[in-house]
């Protein structure tokens, strides 16, 4: 049985899992990726600011699958967040992957102090007019954020990605997205698996199943409604990190995993409302 879908709000489908590929990069990052896909993962989480998009071009090519068995994700820099540079960003993204089209492409970073987002969203949905995308999203973007592209175009992303785990639940934000019919990813959703390994509260829920605790982790993203992106070179972990559509957390175990925040490691990495990632 294949990776379960949601519906975008634009009403294209989105594998509920996918794979992160920062830092797969070279013949062993093709490698990696190429045998994710024969593993049974379809969304493929890539960057332009990640200069891997070739080598998933490639790992594509090599796993052989048909085209539109796939979902494939790329992201707009800040420094091409001016329109024509987003326009042309786009394309670029699409020769360096030998695609004909991206399933989705989102804004990396709204970079607020640039103040130009909005510009960036507007060409997005060019992009998406013209056919070189066919879902279009942002990362990391505040409410604020999302309400001024869409007072600005009458369009909502059809995802949001940001960071998310059980140290960093973000209700707020999952709350946030859902009442703007926005779907939420998450990027490093098992935080660091060996840290949440040790966690009594994920190690506990985990053995319950009978589950590894990335298992519990990522499950727990999945019943919140969350598509989580766990990235992992290893084909161990790699179909470990898939294996999860075959059990249920219970409501306690769901508290139990979003509810033990650590002030050292809540802090999002960077915050939108300050951070500039050209």
Request: aromatic share 6%; hydrophobic share 40%.
């Amino acid at each position: 049985m294949g990776t379960p879908t949601h519906r975008l709000n634009d009403g294209n489908l989105i594998p509920q899992l996918g794979l992160g590929t920062y830092l797969l990069t070279g013949q062993a990052g093709r490698d990696a990726i190429a045998q994710a896909i024969r593993l049974g993962y379809r969304l493929i989480d890539t960057a332009f600011n990640y200069e891997n998009e070739g080598v998933v071009g490639a790992a594509i090519r090599q796993a052989g699958l048909p085209r539109e068995e796939l979902f494939v994700t790329s992201k707009l820099p800040g420094r091409h967040h001016r329109h024509d540079l987003a326009v042309k960003s786009v394309e670029e993204s699409l020769a360096r992957l030998g695609l004909d089209y991206l399933d989705l492409h989102l804004i990396h970073w709204p970079n607020p102090p640039l103040g130009l987002y909005v510009e960036a969203w507007q060409a997005l949905v060019e992009c998406r007019e013209r056919g070189l995308v066919r879902s279009i999203g942002v990362c990391n973007f505040l409410p604020e954020h999302l309400d001024r592209i869409i007072a600005a175009t009458g369009v909502a992303p059809a995802v949001n990605q940001i960071q998310r785990h059980p140290y960093l639940p973000q209700d707020d934000q999952l709350a946030a997205n859902a009442s703007r019919g926005v779907l939420v990813e998450a990027w490093s959703p098992l935080y660091r698996g060996g840290v949440l390994a040790d966690v009594p509260a994920v190690a506990a829920v985990a053995a319950s199943h009978g589950k590894t605790p990335a298992q519990a982790v990522l499950r727990w993203h999945i019943q919140s409604g969350v598509v989580p992106i766990p990235k992992s070179a290893d084909p161990r972990r790699q179909a470990e990190n898939l294996a999860v559509f075959d059990f249920e957390l219970t409501p306690e175990d769901m508290s139990a995993l979003g509810s033990f925040p650590d002030p050292a490691k809540t802090v999002v990495a960077e915050s939108p409302e300050v951070h500039v990632e050209l």
